[in-house]
Every structure is written in structure tokens, then in C-alpha cells.
């Protein structure tokens, strides 16, 4: 199993930035997909994540109506659009598989993070 995030960099503010996890080793379409992110001396937070079986959509209260989550199952890939993008929201961006019904946590798979600088 691999998720393999790309995409990050440093941005200026208001600037935008998109997130890509590449998955594979593991049936990704039966996966919900999620986004977390931790900054330096903060606990790991949830962003976004997009349901396996409908493709519906939630997001952080934080990053709300200027992040969006979508997938391309073809490509067995999730993607995070960073719009607006503010210094708070700099941190180590993670992506997240989750199988269907009641995973134990050694069945949730993480990616390795990639980096996003917010800053001037």
C-alpha cells in the first residue's frame, strides 16, 4: 500500500496551491479519501474528506469554501485545490485511505505529507 502526496510548495498569501495523493495497493474507489494537516507544535487536524460511495464532500470549519476535495477513481488519485490560501494554513499536508464499515486503525493508510508554505 502507497499514498504518495505531491503538490506542495511555498505560496504567497491569497495564492493557491493543488494537492495530489497518488494511491495504490489497495481498491481505491471502495476508500473514503481524506486531507489532515499539522502545523509545527499542533496536533495533526482534519481538512477535507470525499466518501467512496458518493463522492460527497466535507470539510474543516477553518479551510471551508476555499478548499476543495475531489477524486478520479480512473487514476485511483484524490486531489485538495488550496484557494485563499492564509499563513495559518501552513503545515505539513497528509492524505488519508479509509475502507469501508469500522476500520481498525492499522487498516487506515497514511501518506508521507508534503510541505505548504503560506507566507510572504
Known amino acids: 500500500v502507497q499514498l504518495v502526496e505531491s503538490g506542495g510548495g511555498l505560496v504567497q498569501p491569497g495564492g493557491s496551491l493543488r494537492l495530489s495523493c497518488a494511491a495504490s495497493?489497495?481498491?481505491?474507489?471502495?476508500?473514503?479519501m481524506g486531507w489532515f494537516r499539522q502545523a509545527p507544535g499542533k496536533e495533526r487536524e482534519f481538512v477535507a474528506r470525499?466518501?467512496?460511495?458518493?463522492?460527497?464532500?466535507y470539510y474543516a470549519d477553518a479551510v471551508k469554501g476555499r478548499f476543495t476535495i475531489s477524486r478520479d477513481n480512473a487514476k485511483n488519485t484524490v486531489y485538495l485545490q488550496l484557494n485563499s490560501l492564509k499563513p495559518e494554513d501552513t503545515a505539513v499536508y497528509y492524505c488519508?485511505?479509509?475502507?469501508?464499515?469500522?476500520?481498525?486503525?492499522?487498516?487506515?493508510?497514511w501518506g508521507q505529507g508534503t510541505q505548504v508554505t503560506v507566507s510572504s
Open positions: 488519508q485511505a479509509i475502507p469501508r464499515g469500522l476500520p481498525t486503525p492499522s487498516q487506515i493508510f
Open positions: 495497493g489497495f481498491t481505491f474507489s471502495s476508500y473514503t
Open positions: 470525499i466518501v467512496w460511495s458518493d463522492s460527497s464532500a
